[in-house]
Every structure is written in C-alpha cells, then in structure tokens.
C-alpha cells in the first residue's frame, strides 16, 4: 500500500464496535499481527507508519498496549463516544468467550494434553509477534530519526531488556529519552531546512 494514498475511515462509533470485535476474536495469543493486517492493510484506517507511532505511544503508557491503541483509535475519529466504542467491541465478546472456556477448561487444565496445547500456542503467540515486528521495519525509512539510529534504539532496547534485564521503567526513561532527544533534533533540522528553502 503507498503511504500517500488516500486514506478510509471509521464510518460510526458502530463501525468501530464491531471493527474492534472481529479483531478481538482474530487475536489468539497475540493481537499486534491481527491489528497491523486489519488495519493497515484491509481498512486502511492508518499508513504503515502511522500504525507504527500509534503502537509506540500505546506500548508506553500503562496497562495492556491493544487496549490504549483501541483508545487512541477510536478517540481520534469520534472522541470520548468513539474511544468507548472501540474498548467496548474490543473486551465483551472475549470477555464472553473467555468466561465460557474457563468453566470448560478448569476440568481439564492438569491434563498433559491441555498443557502441550497451551505450549504449543505460545510458540505461534511468538511467531505472529516477531513476524509482524519485521513487516513493520519497513515504516522505519520514513522514520526522521534515521535507519542507523532506529536500529540501534531497537538493539539497545533488546539488550537492556532481554538479556541484562532491566526494569523496563528505567529503560523507557534512558533509552526513549535519549531517542525523542534525537528524534526532536533531527526534526527541529528538517524544520528549518524547508523553512530556509
């Protein structure tokens, strides 16, 4: 999809009820892939890039990521009203479904089977992330930070986190200071370069 293309939108609070349901029931083990696909790539609702900076403000702020994207979302096109829609189609039906399968499940959930099965979808939990981890490297080359500098915020992050782990809090702090630092510098350059032209 071009980044330039015209763009859809929301058509009702009711469009975004029912948009933010299908995506809830699609996320088994992960909705980040579904919501990227569904979005960007089928609604077109947002660019590739758009996707992207939305993701990041939302894995920031507190609770879970998909709940404060759907906010964003639906406060964008219509406000308190749309953002409530959105968080509503988002949580009832798997509300429903999850409730159901747990007076199912809590009979079962000792058995060797239901463990491996549990297992098993971790591991395409972790495939569906990666694999939507590196569709999204290619919004990064309209990135005002840079390839190089990207590259080494996501490698930095990997580090600190994963392998030395570090509070993540801390982390956010060091690491997405010194990159909106960056970040704002090298917009500021590009500001006053078109201003100049």
């Known amino acids: 999809m071009s980044e330039t293309a015209p763009l859809n939108t929301p058509r009702s609070k009711t469009d975004l009820f029912l948009s933010f349901t299908v995506l809830a029931l699609q996320g088994f083990g992960g909705v980040l892939a579904v919501v ?28 879970p990521n998909v ?23 988002l949580l009832f039906a798997p509300l429903a479904v999850v409730l159901i399968l747990a007076s199912v499940f809590g009979g079962v959930s000792d058995a060797p089977w239901a463990q491996g099965a549990l297992r098993g979808m971790g591991a ?28 080494s915020v996501m490698l930095s992050t990997f580090v600190c986190v994963s392998l030395l782990r570090w509070p993540l809090l801390w982390v956010l702090l060091g690491i ?11 917009l500021s350059k590009l500001a006053a370069s078109e201003a100049s032209s």
């Open 36 to 63: 990227q696909r569904e979005l960007v790539e089928k609604k077109r609702w947002m660019t590739q890039a758009q996707f992207v900076e939305d993701w990041a403000v939302a894995q920031i702020m507190p609770g």
């Open 67 to 89: 709940v404060n994207f759907c906010l964003i979302i639906g406060g964008r096109h219509f406000g308190l009203g749309g953002a409530l829609a959105s968080l509503a189609g």
């Open 124 to 151: 395409v939990a972790a495939g569906m992330i990666a694999a939507t981890g590196i569709k999204l490297i290619g919004a990064l080359k309209l990135n005002p930070m840079g390839m190089l500098a990207c590259f």
């Open 176 to 186: 997405g200071s010194l990159a909106c630092a960056w970040a704002y510098q090298q």
